[in-house]
Nanobody
Framework: QVQLVESGGGLVQPGGSLRLSCAASGSISNIIAMGWYRQAPGKQRELVAVTSSGGKTTYADSVKGRFTISRDYAKNTVYLQMDSLKPEDTAVYYC??????????WGQGTQVTVSA
């Protein structure tokens, strides 16, 4: 049973930075994509950023130029560097890893709060 462990969330002031990490607790091979999603109170879960095994990265328009997704396939780990944070970035952030054979795993979510 593969589980994802997230870390790096917390409280930060507007304009600050946070770095989120998410790693699979067990070995997983043939990863297709790693990504981050978020859900704010009263809103639907939305894609933040995703990186594929082919190296393609995709970002939500709201975070382009501020967030950077990176990966370490050897460690089955995905990172999200968040800079110039805004109050509207406040949400629960979830990591996701997809692999072949219909493997689709989610983290438990980590709270990010941007407030003065």
């Amino acid at each position: 049973q593969v589980q994802l462990v997230e870390s790096g969330g917390g409280l930060v002031q507007p304009g600050g930075s946070l770095r989120l990490s998410c790693a699979a607790s067990g070995s997983i091979s043939n990863i297709i994509a790693m990504g981050w999603y978020r859900q704010a109170p009263g809103k639907q879960r939305e894609l933040v950023a995703v990186t594929s095994s082919g190296g393609k990265t995709t970002y939500a328009d709201s975070v382009k130029g501020r967030f950077t997704i990176s990966r370490d396939y050897a460690k089955n780990t995905v990172y999200l560097q968040m800079d110039s944070l805004k109050p509207e970035d406040t949400a629960v952030y979830y990591c996701n890893i997809k692999a072949i054979l219909f493997i689709d795993r989610w983290g438990q979510g980590t709270q990010v709060t941007v407030s003065a």
